[in-house]
């Protein structure tokens, strides 16, 4: 068996997984299955150094990671591609936009590109007041509630940021993490920001942490990294980053500080992005039962 084929073949094992998940109700484990299939995806369509498949099957490939929203019947239209993406030659079962192809860097992958935001900030060069390409966001919803365990929900308000103007598609990449780094919850992103004023950046939107309080461990912090697209490289960059510890959790509003790349999930190492009052803006609701 080639590479490709087992390629195809776990591609194909990774949806049916999901789509399972999706028809059992389990929504959280169906979300991450599709993230990752959607990660594998389109690693392979934006790898220059891959000549496993053509152009037309790479279509194809990006075409299912396309932007809208399907109910599960309609999702499990995609299935026979994915399954025979290598002889596969009928129109496309929807009628969609393959989704942009843009580099996601790993956290601290594009730190030597620094120079190049700076000087890009300084010119205002590839500067734009319009959010261009939509970016779908992955935010999940509230989990059931559990006689005395409590939920938090958390409004990202808004960022202050000195070329919030300048700041294109912009998003918020949420995660748990213990104190080593590692990932207590799903990751979640915010859609796109739709509204820029002087220097904020506003996003008002409602992010459930995916994990009953008391149920953490200590140590724990909640990451917020800020990420915009960068249109001279063709790549989402991560610029900031705030994290909020467990003893910062209370009711009500909440700003927090922003520090400079690359995300420190282990918190070691911080250098805060700017001498100036400009911060990341909270408001934080408990639930118990």
């Given at each position: 068996m080639s590479d490709v084929t087992k390629t195809v073949q776990k591609w194909h094992a990774s949806f049916k997984k999901g789509t399972d998940f999706d028809s059992w109700g389990q929504l959280v484990e169906a979300i991450d299955e599709y993230q990752i299939l959607a990660r594998q995806l389109q690693k392979e369509v934006q790898s220059s150094n891959s000549h496993d498949f053509t152009e037309d099957q790479k279509v194809n490939i990006s075409s299912t990671q396309c932007q809208e929203e399907f109910k599960l019947e309609d999702?499990?239209?995609?299935?026979?591609?994915?399954?025979?993406?290598?002889?596969?030659?009928?129109?496309?079962?929807?009628?969609?936009?393959?989704?942009p192809m843009r580099k996601i860097l790993a956290p601290g992958e594009e730190e030597n590109l620094d120079v190049d935001e700076e000087l890009d900030t300084a010119t205002g060069v590839g500067s734009t007041q319009s959010f261009t390409t939509r970016v779908p966001g992955t935010l999940l919803p509230r989990l059931p509630s559990e006689p005395g365990m409590t939920l938090l929900t958390l409004k990202i308000e808004k960022i202050g940021l000195k070329d919030a103007g300048q700041c294109i598609d912009p998003y918020m990449t949420i995660s748990v993490k213990d104190m080593n780094g590692v990932d207590l919850n799903p990751v979640q992103d915010t859609p796109v920001a739709t509204r820029k004023e002087d220097t904020y950046i506003h996003f008002s939107v409602d992010v459930e942490i995916q994990k009953h309080l008391e149920k953490l461990p200590k140590g724990a912090a909640i990451f917020f990294e800020f990420k915009h697209y960068k249109p001279k490289k063709r790549f989402t960059s991560t610029k900031c980053f705030a994290f909020m510890e467990m003893d910062e959790i209370k009711p009500?509003?909440?700003?927090?500080?922003?520090?400079?790349?690359p995300t420190d999930f282990?918190?070691?190492?911080?250098?805060?992005?700017?001498?100036?009052?400009?911060?990341?803006?909270?408001?934080?609701?408990?639930?118990?039962?």
């Amino acid at each position: 068996m080639s590479d490709v084929t087992k390629t195809v073949q776990k591609w194909h094992a990774s949806f049916k997984k999901g789509t399972d998940f999706d028809s059992w109700g389990q929504l959280v484990e169906a979300i991450d299955e599709y993230q990752i299939l959607a990660r594998q995806l389109q690693k392979e369509v934006q790898s220059s150094n891959s000549h496993d498949f053509t152009e037309d099957q790479k279509v194809n490939i990006s075409s299912t990671q396309c932007q809208e929203e399907f109910k599960l019947e309609d999702l499990k239209k995609l299935e026979p591609i994915i399954k025979n993406i290598l002889t596969y030659n009928k129109d496309f079962p929807f009628d969609v936009q393959p989704v942009p192809m843009r580099k996601i860097l790993a956290p601290g992958e594009e730190e030597n590109l620094d120079v190049d935001e700076e000087l890009d900030t300084a010119t205002g060069v590839g500067s734009t007041q319009s959010f261009t390409t939509r970016v779908p966001g992955t935010l999940l919803p509230r989990l059931p509630s559990e006689p005395g365990m409590t939920l938090l929900t958390l409004k990202i308000e808004k960022i202050g940021l000195k070329d919030a103007g300048q700041c294109i598609d912009p998003y918020m990449t949420i995660s748990v993490k213990d104190m080593n780094g590692v990932d207590l919850n799903p990751v979640q992103d915010t859609p796109v920001a739709t509204r820029k004023e002087d220097t904020y950046i506003h996003f008002s939107v409602d992010v459930e942490i995916q994990k009953h309080l008391e149920k953490l461990p200590k140590g724990a912090a909640i990451f917020f990294e800020f990420k915009h697209y960068k249109p001279k490289k063709r790549f989402t960059s991560t610029k900031c980053f705030a994290f909020m510890e467990m003893d910062e959790i209370k009711p009500g509003p909440i700003v927090i500080e922003l520090y400079k790349k690359p995300t420190d999930f282990k918190r070691k190492k911080l250098n805060l992005l700017t001498k100036k009052p400009l911060y990341l803006h909270l408001h934080q609701t408990l639930h118990k039962d």
